[in-house]
């Protein structure tokens, strides 16, 4: 038995309302101009597994904001909400927002070649709707929502009222949110913004997230009635050529 299903088991055991993402017949991507080098096929085949199992193929009403976070650092967090948000930018009725909520490393600027000018923190220190904040990165209805201007005491925003406000504007102006923030055992952040959300999905990393680590987070969000969606086990290897693996 793989270490990597051991750890899924656990966290399944531990956690009665998560189940890892089950293998969905992969559909190919519409092509991305000029998005971020080093995205790479795991990170679009996970994505597209996440977002039909999670937001297309739900019997009932799917959940419309979701936090993304690691276990720990490294872990493709940013990657996979970037991922998913234009997976489903395309298959939206509505724009859909992806929100830096990592104060402590935002990384989804660079990520799309924008500026983290305005954003999240400008819009909880400001007046204003809540889309004067937000970028339109690409031609289907996906906006960014960068982290804005920082200081030192940026991430005690994420515990504000201002933010439930915010996040209430977030709903009703797009279909879908995706927040993407800090890892789970090394930040309170994630449990702030999963309070406010519809539930969250763990990104875990193959060879490296410790199954104790996982199991803590799960607690952790168990004890904060943070439903957890799903976890994505990121960054797997595949022993299989990849000129055979496409053909699969």
């Known amino acids: 038995m793989s270490k990597h299903f051991e750890l899924m088991q656990k966290i399944e055991q531990d ?37 039909q199992q999670v937001f297309l193929l739900q019997m009932k009403a799917p959940p419309r904001v979701v936090v993304f976070a690691s276990i720990d650092h490294g872990n493709g967090c940013s990657q996979m909400c970037t991922s998913v948000a234009e997976i489903l930018s395309k298959s939206a009725r509505r724009p859909v927002c992806l929100v830096e909520g990592n104060f402590r490393s935002p990384a ?7 500026t983290n000018h305005l954003g999240l923190t400008d819009a909880l220190h400001q007046n204003g709707p809540i889309s004067l904040f937000a970028k339109l990165v690409n031609e289907d209805n996906l906006w960014l929502l960068s982290s804005g201007s920082l200081a030192a005491d940026s991430p005690s925003l ?8 915010r996040v209430a504007e977030l709903r009703q102006e797009f279909e879908f949110v995706i927040i993407d923030a800090p890892p789970l055992t090394q930040y309170s952040d994630a449990l702030a913004l999963g309070q406010l959300s519809d539930g969250l999905v763990m990104v875990l990393q193959a060879d490296s997230t410790r199954r104790e680590a996982a199991s ?11 439903p957890i ?12 050529p990849d000129a055979i693996y496409k053909r699969l």
């Open 158 to 165: 994420l515990s504000a009222d201002r933010l439930s406000d």
């Open 108 to 114: 989804l600027p660079d990520l799309f070649g924008t």
């Open 15 to 51: 956690e009665p309302h998560f189940s890892e993402l089950r293998p969905v017949p992969i559909v190919p991507l519409p092509s991305r101009k000029g998005i971020r080098n080093g995205r790479t096929r795991w990170a679009h085949d996970e994505a597209l597994r996440l977002v």
């Open 216 to 226: 803590m987070a799960a607690a952790t969000l168990r004890s904060a009635k943070i």
């Open 229 to 240: 969606l799903a976890a994505v086990l990121n960054k797997r290897t595949f022993p299989i």
